[in-house]
């Protein structure tokens, strides 16, 4: 069935520098049969000479359920050459209810190639996650995704 909805984006950036740089990505959205949500996005980075850091804060509110899921990641992207990249990630997620409490940390790579100019991607994700509610034992996996672009327009 339809299930309509309304969305409402803002996204500003802001340089301090040449290198440092700050950007919110925000959203407020109602559906019909899940009700409100809100979405917010905060990043910190710098551009190095051959690497760009990012710290970044993300947060996804449910309305029904009244609570908050949240990641807090640290992004270490360096460019190989020119169709390969390399993304260095490690962080922690967490909700809020019944408190704000630490659901599971992770630590992964995100080995990213272009296959065919600009509009077909492969990624390949080694990744260790430390759930909350398996005592913090490790639980592996790896990933391996195929992305097509068919319009650069966001």
Same mark, same amino acid.
């Given at each position: $069935?339809? +299930? ?6 803002? %996204?500003?950036? @802001? ?7 700050? !950007?919110?990505?925000?959203?407020? @959205?109602?559906? %019909? +049969?899940?009700?409100?949500?809100? %979405? ?7 551009? #190095? ?8 804060? +993300?947060?996804?509110?449910? %309305? ?10 640290? *992004? ?5 050459? *020119? ?7 490690? #962080? ?5 209810? $019944? ?5 599971? @940390? ?27 509610? +398996?005592?913090?034992?490790?639980? $592996? !996996? ?13």
């Amino acid at each position: $069935p339809i +299930d309509p909805f309304w969305r409402y984006r803002l %996204h500003g950036r @802001y340089e301090f520098t040449d290198v440092w740089s700050v !950007s919110s990505h925000d959203a407020l @959205y109602y559906y %019909h +049969d899940e009700g409100w949500g809100a %979405h917010a996005e905060f990043t910190l980075q710098r551009q #190095g000479p051959w690497f760009i850091f990012r710290q970044g804060i +993300d947060g996804k509110y449910d %309305h029904k359920e009244r609570l908050w899921e949240l990641a807090h990641t640290y *992004s270490f992207l360096r460019e190989i050459d *020119s169709k390969r990249a390399i993304n260095y990630q490690v #962080g922690m997620l967490a909700e809020t209810k $019944p408190e704000v409490q630490a659901t599971g @940390y992770f630590v992964n790579a995100i080995y990213r190639r272009k296959l065919m100019k600009e509009w077909l991607f492969y990624e390949m994700i080694p990744e260790m996650y430390y759930p909350k509610e +398996d005592n913090w034992k490790m639980d $592996p !996996s790896f990933t391996i995704k195929i992305e097509m672009v068919f319009s650069e327009k966001e």
